[in-house]
């Protein structure tokens, strides 16, 4: 049996393997609602507030095509903005169902601190003049501490080019492990321990003396 979470523990449904989950119509739900939630999300009678800045291929402003000042002259003002992420919003109102305006950013910016203040399409949002930003903002630590930011649709970052050093051709190669003065106290060796091992030689009696 499926039991409400509150103090009764009263059964409120039944499990089955066919149906799965059988559930009362008398149940009440959270914050005492008597509405059964749907299992699927969606934003009816929810009108967003979007805010715009012109920023190509996501967001393209077609009435400065077209010679108008403004999106509100255009007599098709559903054309006033298009491009990819007009193109998603369109896919999502298609799927939850909410209504949507757009707006355009009061002083043409997608956000930075200046004096101390936020400007463009953040100050808006946290104004709650705008619901969301529907922009190709570029995320950064500042600005994920002002405001929440979805899943990135379309990952980037920044790329620097330079030019190869051109690769030098060394005979001596072989010497780079090791220091000028290393090699020295290297070969400073050999030599002292080839003059010891001739001397013991010449004048041990097994050695070269010894076989005169």
């Known amino acids: 049996a499926v039991v409400s979470t509150q103090s009764t523990g009263e059964p409120v449904g039944q499990w089955q393997n066919k149906s799965r989950v059988v559930l009362k119509k008398d149940i009440t739900w959270y914050?005492?609602?008597?509405i059964t939630p749907i299992d699927s999300p969606n934003l009816v009678n929810v009108t967003l507030k979007l805010g715009l800045l012109e920023d190509k291929p996501f967001i393209i402003y077609?009435?400065?095509?077209?010679?108008?000042?403004?999106?509100?002259?255009?007599?098709?003002?559903?054309?006033?903005?298009?491009?990819?992420s007009i193109d998603i919003v369109r896919d999502l109102q298609k799927k939850l169902k909410f209504n949507?305006?757009?707006?355009e950013s009061a002083d043409g910016k997608f956000g930075s601190i200046s004096n101390g203040k936020w400007?463009?399409?953040?100050?808006?949002?946290?104004?709650?003049k705008i619901d969301v930003g529907v922009v190709g903002f570029g995320t950064s630590h500042s600005r994920e501490k002002a405001v929440d930011f979805g899943i990135s649709f379309l990952p980037g970052g920044v790329r620097m080019a330079t030019r190869m050093n051109a690769v030098e051709t060394n005979?001596?190669?072989?010497?780079?492990?090791?220091?000028?003065?290393?090699w020295i106290a290297i070969l400073a060796g050999i030599l002292f321990f080839f003059?010891?091992?001739?001397?013991l030689d010449w004048y041990s009696p097994y050695g070269y003396a010894g076989s005169i």
């Open 31 to 34: 914050e005492g609602e008597n």
């Open 62 to 84: 077609n009435y400065t095509k077209s010679n108008y000042s403004k999106c509100e002259d255009m007599p098709n003002r559903d054309w006033c903005y298009t491009g990819v």
């Open 100 to 103: 949507y305006e757009f707006f």
């Open 119 to 128: 400007n463009g399409i953040i100050k808006e949002i946290n104004e709650k």
């Open 171 to 182: 005979p001596f190669f072989f010497l780079k492990p090791f220091s000028n003065t290393v």
């Open 195 to 199: 003059v010891v091992i001739h001397a």
